[in-house]
């Protein structure tokens, strides 16, 4: 069974950065990409970015670029997604998923961690 | 706003038929597969459809997909109260703007 798990709940000041953990199990981590998804509070889904874990090759959306990094260890299965120069926009809950063809948009999805940007 | 264009809400009784469609271009829905999501009040998103029209598994034969050209449709048949949440259809996008694109989500209520 597909399983990702993410990080806890974070709470950050502006100007801030965040990382958030997503572990993985059930499947070969290589052989998935993993994509990052947010959402903010009363809103949709927005498209971040991916990694494909088997060379750290990366792809951003325009709207994030500069303030995101992606990544993932293959020695303990898990993907990252940092988020840099936090403003209170960026309050929101975000997700890993992955999916197993390249030109797909996600299958499996983790459970969501919240990203609260305070003064 | 968003890449692929949903209607913000939609409703139904008990047992109805519903239709929900997504909208989008030749770079995403014309080019590439819909998948549908179903979102329930504070929980993650969940896979509906995949590839236009195939259910995954455990996901019931109530839900159905399709797509025509530059958009594509989720119907959900004998229409169940637990049916009440947020729909979201998603695409790859072959454009330069970033690959995955989502739509901004129906809100579905069951009247």
């Known amino acids: 069974e597909v399983q990702l798990v993410q990080s806890g709940a974070e709470v950050k000041k502006p100007g801030a950065t965040v990382k958030i953990s997503c572990k993985v199990s059930?499947?070969?981590?290589?052989?998935?990409?993993m994509h990052w998804v947010q959402q903010a509070p009363g809103k949709g889904l927005e498209w971040m970015g991916l990694?494909?874990?088997?060379?750290?090759?990366?792809i951003y959306a325009e709207k994030f670029q500069g303030r995101v990094t992606i990544t993932a260890d293959t020695s303990t299965d898990t993907a990252y997604m940092e988020l840099s120069s936090l403003r209170s926009e960026d309050t929101a809950v975000y997700y890993c998923?992955?999916?197993?063809?390249?030109?797909?948009?996600?299958?499996?999805w983790g459970q969501g961690t919240l990203v609260t940007v305070s003064s | 706003q968003s890449v692929l264009t949903q209607p913000p809400s939609a409703s139904g009784t008990p047992g109805q038929r519903v239709t929900i469609s997504c909208s989008g271009s030749?770079?995403?829905?014309?080019?590439?597969?819909v998948n549908w999501y179903q979102q329930l009040p504070g929980t993650a998103p969940k896979l509906l459809i995949y590839s236009n029209n195939q259910r995954p598994s455990g996901v019931p034969d109530r839900f159905s997909g399709s797509k025509s050209g530059t958009s594509a449709s989720l119907a959900i048949s004998g229409l169940q109260s637990e049916d009440e949440a947020d729909y979201y259809c998603?695409?790859?996008?072959?454009?330069?703007?970033?690959?995955?694109?989502f739509g901004g989500g129906t809100k579905l209520t069951v009247l």
């Open positions: 998923a992955t999916v197993n063809n390249w030109n797909d948009v996600p299958h499996y």
């Open positions: 030749s770079s995403n829905i014309g080019s590439n597969t």
């Open positions: 059930g499947y070969t981590f290589t052989d998935y990409y």
């Open positions: 990694v494909d874990p088997e060379d750290g090759e990366t």
């Open positions: 998603a695409a790859w996008d072959d454009s330069l703007n970033g690959p995955g694109v």
